[in-house]
C-alpha cells in the first residue's frame, strides 16, 4: 500500500528540494557530522557527499512549518574506508526556539536552506510525534516503508523525548509506552536489532523488548513513483531504518547496578546468575528459531584468521596494543588447532548471537527480570559479518569483559572473578554446558573482544583505554 498523502518528494511547493539540500548540507555537515558520537569515521578528513535519498514526510493535514521531516540517507566519503551511509531526520525552521539551538546543524540563524536553518529532528517534539504519527500506518512514503504488527496499540498523548543515554545511535521514547530507535550508519539489509528481537518475540520470549513498528528504505535512488509493494528493489533487501520497540518503564541497566556494586564492593553475584541465565535462555531461542551450524575445522580456522586480522589491524592503530601482540596471538592459533580435535572445547556450534553483549545491553525491570536489548551487534563491523551465525561464547565472552569493565573503571578487581564466576554458572545451569569448560574458546573470544575494546577506546573515550590493555596483558601470559 502506498500513502502518497504522507509525501512530497523531490518537489516542494516549487522549490527543488534536492539540490537545494545537498548544497546547503555540505558545509554543515562537514563541521556537524564529526562531532556526533554516532560518526563513524572520525578523525578522517571527509571527501564527497552524495544524497542517496531524500523525502519530505508531510502529515495529510498539512505541515505545522516551513517544512515536513526531511527524511534523508547521506552517502560520506572518506578515505582509507568505504563510503558510510547516514541516516539524517532534519528539520527546518526560520528562527529555531531556543529549546532547539543545541539541536541546530549550524548557526542558529539564517539558515542557508532558503533561510532556514537545518537542526537534528528527533530532539524536537513536534517532528518526533509525526514520525510516531507515520509509523502507526503501514505503507510506503517515497523510498521509505513503513510497517506495524497488526496488535500494536497507540494510547494518545505518548509525548516524545530524545534519549539522553551514550548512544551509538538516536533514541526516542515516546511516553513510557514505546522506544525508537533510529539507526544512524545505515547498510543495506536487515538490522539484526529487528531481525533478532522479532524472532524472539515471534518464539515468545520474555527476554527481549518486542518491536511493534519499524521503517525501510526500499531503494537509495528516493524514486517516488516506484511503488514496490514491498519487495525488495534491485535485489538489495530493504535497509532498516528504525525500531519501535517496548519501553521497560522504571528499568535499571546492568552496568549502572555493577558499578553500584563495585562502589560498595557489594555480592551482585545472584544477579550475574540471573544474567547468565537470561543470556542462555536468548541463546536457547534463537537456535531455536534460526538455524545452527556445527563448526568444522576449516570454519574455526577462518574465525581464528579473521581475529588475528583484526589484531595486527589494532595494533596498527592502537601502539599500546604492540606489546602484547605476539602472546596474544597463540589464542587464536589454539582456537584454529581446535578444528584438528586437538583441543578439549568438545564440538563447537555456530548460531545467531546479539554479538555485542555487555552490562550495557541487559535491563532489570521493576520485576525483577532481566531483558538483553540492542541486538546490533558491534556497530563497527559489516552487517553482514555481524548476521553471520557465531559460537554462543562470543556473547558469554562479552559479558564476561563487561564485568571486568565494572571492577576496573572502579578499581576493585576481586569483584570481577566472584562475578564472572556466578554468570558462567548461571549460563551454564539452563545451557547444560559450562563456558568454562570451554577454555580455548573463551580466550579466543575475550581477547578478540579486548582486542576490539581498545580500539574503541582509542577512538571513542581514550580516557578508558587502560581497561582493555590491562584484560589484554592478563590474557597475554594466560596459558
Ligand atoms: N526497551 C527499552 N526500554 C527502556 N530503555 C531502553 C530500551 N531500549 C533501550 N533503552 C535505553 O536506551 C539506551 C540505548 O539503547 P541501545 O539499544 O543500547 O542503543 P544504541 O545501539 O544506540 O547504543 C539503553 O542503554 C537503555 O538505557
Ligand atoms: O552499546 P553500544 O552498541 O554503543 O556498544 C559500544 O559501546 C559500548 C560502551 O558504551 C562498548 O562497551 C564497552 O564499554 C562498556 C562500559 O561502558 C563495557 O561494559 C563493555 O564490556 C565494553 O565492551 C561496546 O564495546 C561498543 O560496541
Known amino acids: 500500500m502506498s500513502d502518497s498523502s504522507w509525501t512530497r518528494v523531490p518537489a516542494v511547493t516549487g522549490r527543488d528540494l534536492v539540490p537545494g539540500l545537498l548544497r546547503s548540507l555540505d558545509p554543515l555537515l562537514r563541521r556537524w557530522l564529526p562531532r556526533q558520537r554516532w560518526f563513524a569515521g572520525k578523525g578522517l578528513p571527509i571527501g564527497d557527499f552524495r544524497l542517496a535519498a531524500a523525502t519530505e514526510l508531510v502529515p495529510p493535514g498539512g505541515r ?63 517532528m518526533a510525534a509525526l514520525l510516531l504519527e507515520r509509523l502507526k500506518l503501514p505503507g510506503t512514503s517515497g523510498g521509505l516503508r513503513f510497517t506495524t504488527e497488526p496488535t500494536a496499540e497507540f494510547p494518545p498523548g505518548l509525548t516524545p523525548r530524545v534519549s539522553t543515554a551514550e548512544q551509538s545511535n538516536t533514541s526516542v521514547v515516546y511516553g513510557d509506552r514505546y522506544i525508537l530507535k533510529l539507526f544512524r550508519r545505515v547498510s543495506p539489509g536487515a538490522n539484526p536489532d529487528l531481525e533478532l528481537s522479532r524472532a524472539l518475540a515471534r518464539a515468545g520470549s520474555q527476554r527481549v523488548a518486542e518491536p511493534v513498528a519499524w521503517f525501510e528504505a526500499l531503494d537509495t535512488d528516493g524514486d517516488p513513483d516506484r511503488d514496490t509493494g514491498g519487495a525488495t528493489t534491485g535485489g538489495r533487501e530493504p535497509t532498516t531504518l528504525g525500531v519501535l520497540q517496548r519501553f521497560l518503564p522504571g528499568s535499571a541497566d546492568g552496568w549502572a547496578l555493577a558499578l553500584a556494586s563495585v562502589a560498595e564492593d557489594g555480592d551482585f553475584r545472584a544477579e550475574a546468575a540471573a544474567l547468565g541465565r537470561a543470556t542462555a535462555e536468548v541463546h536457547q531461542a534463537l537456535a531455536a528459531a534460526l538455524p545452527v551450524h556445527r563448526l568444522d575445522g576449516r570454519a574455526l580456522e577462518r574465525i581464528a584468521a579473521a581475529m588475528t586480522r583484526r589484531l595486527e589491524e589494532a595494533a596498527a592503530e592502537v601502539p599500546a596494543v ?28 555456530a548460531q545467531r548471537v546479539h554479538g555485542d553483549l555487555h552490562l550495557g545491553q541487559t535491563l532489570r525491570g521493576p520485576d525483577g527480570a532481566w531483558v538483553l536489548i540492542d541486538f546490533e551487534g558491534e556497530p563497527a563491523r559489516p552487517l553482514a559479518e555481524r548476521r553471520r551465525p557465531a559460537p554462543p561464547v562470543q556473547d558469554v565472552a562479552g559479558m564476561l569483559r563487561s564485568f571486568d569493565y565494572a571492577a576496573h573503571h572502579s578499581g576493585n578487581g576481586p569483584w570481577a572473578a566472584r562475578h564472572r564466576d556466578a554468570y558462567c554458572a548461571g549460563y551454564a545451569g539452563v545451557a547444560g554446558l559450562d563456558p568454562r569448560e570451554q577454555p580455548v574458546l573463551i580466550r579466543a573470544f575475550e581477547t578478540d573482544k579486548a582486542v576490539y575494546e581498545a580500539r574503541y577506546e582509542a577512538r571513542h573515550r581514550p580516557a578508558w583505554l587502560p581497561i582493555p590493555l590491562s584484560a589484554l596483558a592478563r590474557l597475554s601470559t594466560t596459558p
Request: hydrophobic content about 40%; some cysteine.
Open 64 to 126: 505545522l512549518g516551513p517544512l515536513g521531516l526531511l527524511h534523508v540517507l547521506v552517502d560520506v566519503e572518506q578515505p582509507g574506508r568505504p563510503p558510510d551511509c547516514y541516516q539524517l531526520l532534519l528539520g527546518a525552521h526560520p528562527l529555531l526556539p531556543s529549546a532547539l539551538v543545541r539541536a541546530a546543524l549550524g548557526p542558529a540563524v539564517g539558515g542557508p536552506y532558503d533561510g532556514l536553518t537545518l537542526y537534528d529532528a528527533p530532539h524536537d517534539p513536534r
Open 322 to 349: 604492540r606489546p602484547f601482540a605476539g602472546a596474544l596471538r597463540l589464542a587464536f592459533d589454539d582456537l584454529a588447532k581446535l578444528g584438528a580435535g586437538t583441543g578439549s572445547d568438545g564440538v563447537v556450534t
